[in-house]
């Protein structure tokens, strides 16, 4: 069941996803050679409680970090560490905040230093692919609308959609009904509602499609090797018009 929310649900929503978008300001400005992701990790719970707000991902099904930090090849839900970043390298940085029971949700790539324009293509793409899809949450679509747009716009560019992941339904919980997948035929599943708020995040890969997850039992990467971008905003659906982006400031 979709759980429709109410505009002062929305506007809690927005708290929890206005602490994680600032948060991920004062991250991306963090990032460069030399820093660690566990020095992210530990800057972004940091920001998020200064906010009065609780990291979302910590302890989620035993997640034990507050950030989600993907290197280069790692597609999604890298574990914060001692790693050192090094000019050249990308990091997808995926954060969850919780305010007044509510979650907000976004992640960003970005490079670290100067990184080639091979890379930054990547990367565009990606960002891109997340608003086209953003773009179709309007009243009246279907949610495959979004998912199709997504697709569309990696693969002409290129790149292959992972499937294995997708965006979510987004409220009391980090993880609700629909699931957005980030491929798919346009017109499918349910008819979208003002009142749906939905986490929309396409993982791109700039190979093959296919991921697998490390012993860790969390980071996902590409099995080819090939690099990974990922970018998520949440958005609440509008009576009529575009959607409201609740993570982006
Ligand atoms: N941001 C991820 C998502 O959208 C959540 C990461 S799972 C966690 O599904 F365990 F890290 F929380
Ligand atoms: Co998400």
Redesign the pocket.
């Known amino acids: 069941m979709i759980i429709l929310k109410t505009v002062d649900e929305i506007a809690v929503m927005a708290q929890a996803s206005r602490v994680v978008a600032e948060t991920l300001e004062v991250l991306k400005k963090a990032v460069q050679p030399g820093i660690t992701t566990d020095e992210l990790d530990r800057l972004a719970e940091q920001e998020i409680r200064a906010r009065g707000a609780r990291p979302?991902?910590?302890g989620?099904?035993?997640?034990p970090?507050t950030l989600?930090a993907s290197v280069n090849e790692q597609v999604?839900?890298g574990i914060p560490s001692k790693r050192v970043l090094k000019e050249g390298d990308i990091i997808g940085l995926?954060?969850?905040a919780i305010v007044e029971g509510f979650y907000g949700?976004?992640?960003v790539t970005v490079m670290v230093g100067q990184g080639s324009e091979r890379i930054a293509h990547l990367v565009r793409v990606t960002e891109e692919a997340m608003y086209l899809g953003i773009k179709q949450a309007v009243v009246g679509h279907r949610l495959s609308d979004i998912s199709h747009a997504v697709q569309q716009h990696v693969e002409l560019a290129g790149y292959s959609v992972v499937t294995e992941?997708v965006?979510?339904g987004?409220g009391r919980q980090?993880?609700e009904e629909p699931q957005v997948p980030n491929y798919g035929k346009p017109g499918q599943g349910p008819r979208l509602q003002a009142g749906m708020v939905l986490?929309i995040?396409p993982m791109v890969n700039a190979g093959k499609s296919a991921v697998k997850v490390l012993d860790d039992r969390?980071t996902a990467v590409t099995v080819d090797g090939s690099l990974s971008a990922h970018f998520?905003h949440t958005i609440a659906i509008q009576p009529s018009g575009p959607p409201r982006i609740l993570s982006q400031l």
Do not use: P
């Open positions: 979302a991902f910590k989620y099904r035993n997640y970090k989600c999604v839900h995926d954060l969850g949700d976004s992640a992941f965006g979510h987004i980090l993880h986490a995040e969390w998520e």
